[in-house]
Protein backbone atom coordinates (compact mmCIF):
# COMPACT_ATOMS: atom_id res chain seq x y z
CA UNK A 1 0.00 0.00 0.00
CA UNK A 2 1.06 3.43 -1.03
CA UNK A 3 2.23 5.79 2.09
CA UNK A 4 3.25 9.13 2.99
CA UNK A 5 5.60 9.89 5.98
CA UNK A 6 6.78 13.99 7.39
CA UNK A 7 8.55 13.01 10.29
CA UNK A 8 8.41 15.58 11.81
CA UNK A 9 5.00 16.52 13.90
CA UNK A 10 6.66 20.44 14.36
CA UNK A 11 9.69 22.45 13.09
CA UNK A 12 10.31 25.75 14.00
CA UNK A 13 13.12 27.93 12.23
CA UNK A 14 13.88 31.27 12.88
CA UNK A 15 13.42 34.08 10.07
CA UNK A 16 16.19 34.01 7.56
CA UNK A 17 17.02 30.68 8.34
CA UNK A 18 16.95 27.33 5.85
CA UNK A 19 14.13 25.50 5.69
CA UNK A 20 13.78 21.51 4.92
CA UNK A 21 10.39 19.86 5.26
CA UNK A 22 10.65 16.07 5.36
CA UNK A 23 8.71 13.26 3.10
CA UNK A 24 9.48 10.12 2.40
CA UNK A 25 7.36 7.95 0.40
CA UNK A 26 6.30 4.14 -0.71
CA UNK A 27 4.49 3.55 -4.02
CA UNK A 28 4.87 1.38 -6.29
CA UNK A 29 5.31 2.56 -9.78
CA UNK A 30 6.29 5.84 -10.96
CA UNK A 31 5.08 8.62 -7.99
CA UNK A 32 4.24 12.25 -9.16
CA UNK A 33 4.07 14.03 -5.48
CA UNK A 34 3.07 17.24 -3.73
CA UNK A 35 2.91 19.45 -1.60
CA UNK A 36 0.10 20.73 -0.29
CA UNK A 37 -0.14 23.97 2.44
CA UNK A 38 -2.65 25.09 4.89
CA UNK A 39 -2.20 29.09 6.43
CA UNK A 40 -4.04 29.41 9.50
CA UNK A 41 -7.59 29.37 8.85
CA UNK A 42 -6.85 29.38 4.77
CA UNK A 43 -8.20 26.46 2.80
CA UNK A 44 -5.98 23.72 2.15
CA UNK A 45 -4.26 24.60 -1.61
CA UNK A 46 -1.24 23.48 -3.37
CA UNK A 47 2.24 24.46 -3.17
CA UNK A 48 3.82 22.23 -6.00
CA UNK A 49 4.58 19.36 -7.60
CA UNK A 50 7.28 17.51 -8.47
CA UNK A 51 6.17 17.21 -12.17
CA UNK A 52 6.14 20.81 -12.78
CA UNK A 53 9.92 21.51 -11.25
CA UNK A 54 8.38 24.76 -10.78
CA UNK A 55 9.38 27.19 -7.45
CA UNK A 56 6.84 28.39 -5.45
CA UNK A 57 7.13 31.29 -2.73
CA UNK A 58 10.85 30.15 -2.69
CA UNK A 59 10.27 26.54 -1.90
CA UNK A 60 10.90 23.81 -4.25
CA UNK A 61 11.39 19.90 -3.92
CA UNK A 62 13.16 17.69 -5.55
CA UNK A 63 11.85 14.26 -5.92
CA UNK A 64 14.88 11.80 -4.78
CA UNK A 65 13.84 7.90 -6.36
CA UNK A 66 16.40 6.17 -4.69
CA UNK A 67 16.00 7.60 -0.91
CA UNK A 68 12.14 7.76 -2.14
CA UNK A 69 11.74 11.41 -0.54
CA UNK A 70 11.02 14.50 -1.57
CA UNK A 71 12.12 16.76 1.04
CA UNK A 72 10.27 20.48 1.00
CA UNK A 73 13.36 23.79 1.33
CA UNK A 74 13.30 26.92 1.25
CA UNK A 75 16.96 28.63 1.72
CA UNK A 76 15.40 31.57 3.92
CA UNK A 77 12.34 31.05 5.82
CA UNK A 78 10.06 34.25 6.18
CA UNK A 79 7.39 34.92 8.78
CA UNK A 80 4.35 34.48 6.86
CA UNK A 81 5.58 30.58 6.08
CA UNK A 82 3.87 29.17 9.12
CA UNK A 83 1.84 26.74 8.33
CA UNK A 84 1.24 23.20 8.26
CA UNK A 85 2.49 21.13 5.32
CA UNK A 86 1.27 18.03 4.19
CA UNK A 87 2.58 15.61 1.72
CA UNK A 88 0.62 13.94 -0.41
CA UNK A 89 0.65 10.60 -3.45
CA UNK A 90 -1.68 10.82 -5.95
CA UNK A 91 -3.68 7.15 -6.36
CA UNK A 92 -2.34 4.55 -7.57
CA UNK A 93 -4.50 1.52 -8.61
CA UNK A 94 -7.89 0.95 -10.67
CA UNK A 95 -10.38 2.12 -7.84
CA UNK A 96 -8.34 4.14 -6.51
CA UNK A 97 -9.05 8.28 -7.04
CA UNK A 98 -8.14 10.49 -3.89
CA UNK A 99 -5.05 11.47 -2.52
CA UNK A 100 -2.64 9.85 0.20
CA UNK A 101 -1.51 12.57 2.84
CA UNK A 102 1.00 12.34 5.17
CA UNK A 103 0.65 13.55 8.59
CA UNK A 104 1.40 17.09 8.31
CA UNK A 105 4.69 18.73 9.73
CA UNK A 106 3.74 22.54 11.71
CA UNK A 107 6.12 24.74 10.47
CA UNK A 108 6.67 28.16 12.90
CA UNK A 109 9.10 30.68 11.76
CA UNK A 110 10.21 32.44 14.81
CA UNK A 111 10.97 36.27 13.65
CA UNK B 1 -8.88 24.98 -11.57
CA UNK B 2 -12.50 24.43 -9.97
CA UNK B 3 -13.86 26.81 -7.00
CA UNK B 4 -15.26 24.74 -4.24
CA UNK B 5 -17.53 27.03 -1.84
CA UNK B 6 -18.36 25.34 1.37
CA UNK B 7 -20.68 25.92 4.01
CA UNK B 8 -21.22 26.47 6.62
CA UNK B 9 -17.68 27.30 7.66
CA UNK B 10 -17.65 26.61 11.09
CA UNK B 11 -20.82 25.75 13.76
CA UNK B 12 -21.46 24.64 16.87
CA UNK B 13 -23.47 21.71 17.20
CA UNK B 14 -25.39 20.01 20.41
CA UNK B 15 -24.71 16.19 20.83
CA UNK B 16 -27.17 14.04 19.03
CA UNK B 17 -28.26 16.38 16.68
CA UNK B 18 -26.91 16.18 12.78
CA UNK B 19 -25.54 18.94 10.75
CA UNK B 20 -25.43 18.98 6.75
CA UNK B 21 -22.33 20.62 5.03
CA UNK B 22 -22.55 21.75 1.59
CA UNK B 23 -20.15 21.71 -1.49
CA UNK B 24 -20.78 24.03 -4.41
CA UNK B 25 -18.41 23.83 -7.39
CA UNK B 26 -18.37 26.03 -10.05
CA UNK B 27 -18.12 23.14 -12.95
CA UNK B 28 -18.88 19.65 -13.34
CA UNK B 29 -17.06 17.21 -11.93
CA UNK B 30 -17.71 13.51 -11.58
CA UNK B 31 -16.15 13.11 -8.48
CA UNK B 32 -16.02 14.90 -5.28
CA UNK B 33 -14.27 13.47 -2.07
CA UNK B 34 -15.22 14.37 1.63
CA UNK B 35 -12.29 14.21 4.02
CA UNK B 36 -12.16 14.49 7.91
CA UNK B 37 -9.15 16.63 9.84
CA UNK B 38 -8.80 15.89 13.41
CA UNK B 39 -7.55 18.07 15.73
CA UNK B 40 -3.87 17.98 15.01
CA UNK B 41 -4.16 15.25 12.44
CA UNK B 42 -3.47 14.66 8.53
CA UNK B 43 -6.61 14.25 6.43
CA UNK B 44 -8.83 11.51 6.14
CA UNK B 45 -10.77 10.01 3.53
CA UNK B 46 -14.11 9.92 4.59
CA UNK B 47 -16.42 8.42 1.71
CA UNK B 48 -16.07 9.46 -2.24
CA UNK B 49 -19.26 10.36 -4.13
CA UNK B 50 -19.99 10.03 -7.78
CA UNK B 51 -23.07 11.46 -9.46
CA UNK B 52 -25.95 8.60 -9.94
CA UNK B 53 -24.48 6.26 -7.83
CA UNK B 54 -24.14 4.93 -3.74
CA UNK B 55 -20.84 7.09 -2.21
CA UNK B 56 -18.06 4.70 -1.73
CA UNK B 57 -17.54 5.05 2.33
CA UNK B 58 -13.54 3.99 3.45
CA UNK B 59 -13.03 1.69 6.40
CA UNK B 60 -14.20 3.00 9.57
CA UNK B 61 -16.82 4.85 8.10
CA UNK B 62 -20.78 4.09 7.34
CA UNK B 63 -23.42 5.27 5.53
CA UNK B 64 -25.93 5.86 8.86
CA UNK B 65 -22.89 8.30 10.48
CA UNK B 66 -22.40 9.88 7.42
CA UNK B 67 -24.93 9.78 4.65
CA UNK B 68 -23.78 11.61 2.05
CA UNK B 69 -25.81 13.21 -1.30
CA UNK B 70 -24.61 13.93 -4.76
CA UNK B 71 -27.75 14.93 -6.36
CA UNK B 72 -25.96 16.87 -9.61
CA UNK B 73 -22.40 17.13 -11.03
CA UNK B 74 -21.56 20.67 -9.38
CA UNK B 75 -23.21 20.10 -5.59
CA UNK B 76 -22.85 17.39 -2.80
CA UNK B 77 -23.64 17.29 1.13
CA UNK B 78 -22.19 15.24 3.79
CA UNK B 79 -24.62 14.97 7.19
CA UNK B 80 -22.65 14.07 10.23
CA UNK B 81 -25.45 12.27 12.05
CA UNK B 82 -26.37 11.95 16.03
CA UNK B 83 -23.52 14.08 16.81
CA UNK B 84 -20.82 13.10 19.68
CA UNK B 85 -18.02 15.70 20.93
CA UNK B 86 -15.83 12.91 18.89
CA UNK B 87 -16.87 13.98 15.59
CA UNK B 88 -15.58 17.82 16.34
CA UNK B 89 -13.03 18.16 13.58
CA UNK B 90 -12.74 19.90 9.77
CA UNK B 91 -14.42 18.49 7.06
CA UNK B 92 -13.65 19.47 3.76
CA UNK B 93 -14.64 18.37 0.45
CA UNK B 94 -12.63 17.85 -2.60
CA UNK B 95 -12.94 16.90 -6.37
CA UNK B 96 -11.37 14.88 -8.74
CA UNK B 97 -8.20 16.02 -9.81
CA UNK B 98 -7.87 18.73 -12.91
CA UNK B 99 -4.70 19.89 -14.86
CA UNK B 100 -3.91 22.15 -11.66
CA UNK B 101 -4.50 19.20 -8.94
CA UNK B 102 -6.51 18.35 -6.47
CA UNK B 103 -8.79 21.33 -5.61
CA UNK B 104 -10.21 21.57 -2.26
CA UNK B 105 -12.74 23.21 0.13
CA UNK B 106 -12.09 25.81 2.26
CA UNK B 107 -14.12 23.63 5.59
CA UNK B 108 -16.45 23.02 8.15
CA UNK B 109 -15.06 23.19 11.24
CA UNK B 110 -17.66 21.50 13.58
CA UNK B 111 -17.39 21.83 17.39
CA UNK B 112 -19.65 19.40 19.34
CA UNK B 113 -20.67 20.21 22.51
Known amino acids: AQRVTQPEKLLSVFKGAPVELKCNYS??????LFWYVQYSRQRLQLLLRHISRESIKGFTADLNKGETSFHLKKPFAQEEDSAMYYC?????????????FGKGTKLSVIP | SAVISQKPSRDICQRGTSLTIQCQVDSQVTMMFWYRQQPGQSLTLIAT?????????ESGFVIDKFPISRPNLTFSTLTVSNMSPEDSSIYLC??????????FGSGTRLTVV
Open chain 1, 27 to 32: YSGSPE
Open chain 2, 49 to 57: ANQGSEATY
Open chain 1, 88 to 100: ALPPNGAGSYQLT
Open chain 2, 94 to 103: SVERTAYGYT
